[in-house]
Nanobody, 123 residues
Framework: QVQLVESGGGLVQAGGSLRLSCAAS????????TGWFRQAPGKEREFVAT????????IYADSVKGRFTISRDNAKNTVHLQMNSLKPEDTAVYYC????????????????WGQGTQVTVSS
């Protein structure tokens, strides 16, 4: 497992941008696929994006495709989620997650989670 700490959330107007960051511990970070999930009040946690350890594979939820970009810097043990053209329905707590090797789009596959960071998009 790795330890994960998110940052970068906040309040933004619709159409604006935010960049979330996730700092990971561990010397084998490049062996872990990382994912971003989000959870709005009263809703289940949903998949947003994932990237393989070497960055060669990325998968996005249809709801964010073309607006969000996941990236990672293995030298710095960090993962980022660039969010553009934000909409009020993007409001949620965003979580960074990690799992060994293969990407996955379902939360149960991940065994390391950050504490979450709040993103609020006003209309």
């Amino acid at each position: 497992q790795v330890q994960l700490v998110e940052s970068g959330g906040g309040l933004v107007q619709a159409g604006g941008s935010l960049r979330l960051s996730c700092a990971a511990s561990g010397r084998t970070f490049s062996s872990y696929a990382t994912g971003w999930f989000r959870q709005a009040p009263g809703k289940e946690r949903e998949f947003v994006a994932t990237m393989s350890g070497n960055g060669g594979t990325t998968i996005y939820a249809d709801s964010v495709k073309g607006r969000f970009t996941i990236s990672r810097d293995n030298a710095k043990n960090t993962v980022h989620l660039q969010m553009n053209s934000l909409k009020p329905e993007d409001t949620a707590v965003y979580y960074c997650a990690a799992k060994f090797y293969y990407c996955a789009t379902y939360a149960n596959a991940y065994d390391s989670w950050g504490q979450g960071t709040q993103v609020t998009v006003s209309s």
